[in-house]
């Protein structure tokens, strides 16, 4: 006698499906399942029944290879969206978890560019809203900042996006390198503006402004005159205030708060780990008595120009570390720390520090950033997700 036909073998699989029975290959609870995808106990009973017959193993193996590709990948990325955040926010400061937000974005084979380019598309209808919400935006620099503010471009919302004017300043000068002029803080200010508020916004720009005062070549002297030629630059006192914090000077006293201290965004990447400051290394920083090779085994993080210290450094070590940070003319840590506590609550109110990062070998910078509170809204691809240690596997 012939067997009747199972005829959920027919049925499409859904996402819900395909999650329950990763969840369940892995020995979550009915209840946590059901809790995580936010539907009934008796639908994942069902889900879970029909899944053992299609792609669960009877030893609860998920049977990936009988999935289609496509759907396997979206799968995966709706398991991250739902245990990222938890896992990130019991890294952050008790006072700063509800403050986090996190995005993952699913950006697909290809090359880095490729990626990249997909990564700032899947991001900017997020970044959107954040900008809305926001008076005043600094921008760091970079081909990852690039990709967003080209999507941002490609949004079908003519500008002006808001009944104000935001204000977007650029928080690091020029590396005189070899990079795109498309990459530089300044260029990106003055096309986010143009994309916001109209056509002919025209920003606060450090183009003028070299991304380090070398040490190598230079006598003392020699680099104080170099910094009263950057305080020349009305921008430069307008954002960061005067270098040597005179602010008794007569000179300086119009100048009230300095800009990258009152943000309420800041959008910006992160270094990896074998390769911090990327585009704003330029030319400069090879005209450092701190090596490259030597800056990179100093940090536990670089953002935007920002070095993060590895723990325990030696005072020699410090000491190579603070002569990098005073050679740096942009964006500083209580800028990054000012804005990120500006934040009430990840969605509403200013947003706060924006990193936008994916790849590999980042996932330790964004974790320190958030032990210390310096991240507000995280998003990135699912190369990086995973490396955050996320359970998945996409492949």
């Known amino acids: 006698m012939n067997k009747p036909k199972d005829k959920t073998k027919d049925i499409p699989f859904t996402v819900d499906e395909l999650a329950t029975a990763y969840f369940t290959e892995r020995g979550d609870e009915q209840q946590d399942i059901a809790e995580k995808l936010g539907i009934s106990r008796t639908k994942v009973c069902h889900l879970i029944a029909r899944a053992r017959k299609r792609c669960l193993h009877q030893e609860l193996k998920f049977l990936s290879e009988r999935v289609p590709q496509n759907l396997l990948e979206e799968m995966y990325v709706r398991v991250a969206r739902l245990e990222l955040p938890p896992l990130l926010a019991k890294l952050a400061p008790a006072e700063h978890a509800r403050k986090l937000s996190v995005k993952i974005c699913y950006c697909g084979p290809g090359n880095?560019?490729?990626?990249?380019?997909?990564?700032?598309?899947?991001?900017?209808?997020?970044?959107?809203?954040?900008?809305?919400?926001?008076?005043?935006?600094?921008?760091?620099?970079?081909?990852?900042?690039?990709?967003?503010?080209?999507?941002?471009?490609?949004?079908p919302h003519p500008s002006p996006w808001n009944d104000h004017d935001v204000e977007f300043v650029p928080l690091s000068g020029e590396p005189l390198g070899k990079g795109r002029h498309s990459f530089a803080s300044s260029s990106l200010a003055r096309e986010l503006g143009s994309i916001v508020n109209k056509a002919e916004y025209d920003p606060p720009s450090l183009a003028m402004v070299p991304a380090f005062v070398p040490d190598i070549g230079f006598e003392e002297t020699e680099r104080s005159v170099v910094w009263k030629l950057i305080e020349l630059v009305e921008d430069y006192l307008k954002i960061f205030g005067p270098h040597d914090n005179d602010v008794d000077n007569p000179r300086y006293a119009r100048l009230g708060t300095p800009k990258a201290m009152g943000l309420d965004m800041i959008l910006t990447s992160v270094g990896s780990s074998e390769h911090p400051l990327g585009f704003g290394r330029g030319i400069l920083f090879d005209h450092m008595r701190v090596t490259y090779h030597a800056l990179t085994s100093l940090l536990a993080a670089e953002v935007?120009?920002?070095?993060?210290?590895?723990?325990?450094?030696?005072?020699?070590?410090?000491?190579?570390?603070?002569?990098?940070?005073?050679?740096?003319?942009?964006?500083?840590?209580?800028?990054?720390?000012?804005?990120?506590r500006r934040v009430t609550h990840a969605h509403y109110g200013p947003p706060g520090v924006v990193?936008?990062?994916?790849?590999?070998?980042?996932?330790?910078?964004?974790?320190?950033?958030i032990r210390q509170g310096l991240v507000n809204h995280l998003i990135v691809d699912e190369v990086l997700a995973k490396e955050l240690n996320l359970p998945t596997q996409v492949p």
């Open 304 to 340: 935007g120009g920002v070095c993060i210290p590895k723990p325990n450094l030696t005072a020699v070590e410090t000491r190579q570390l603070s002569t990098v940070q005073g050679s740096w003319t942009g964006l500083r840590l209580e800028h990054l720390e000012a804005c990120a």
């Open 112 to 155: 880095d560019q490729q990626r990249m380019r997909m990564l700032g598309q899947e991001a900017a209808s997020y970044v959107r809203t954040l900008i809305r919400r926001s008076e005043s935006c600094g921008l760091t620099w970079g081909g990852t900042l690039e990709a967003v503010v080209a999507g941002l471009r490609q949004l």
């Open 355 to 369: 990193v936008i990062s994916g790849g590999s070998k980042r996932a330790d910078a964004v974790r320190e950033m």
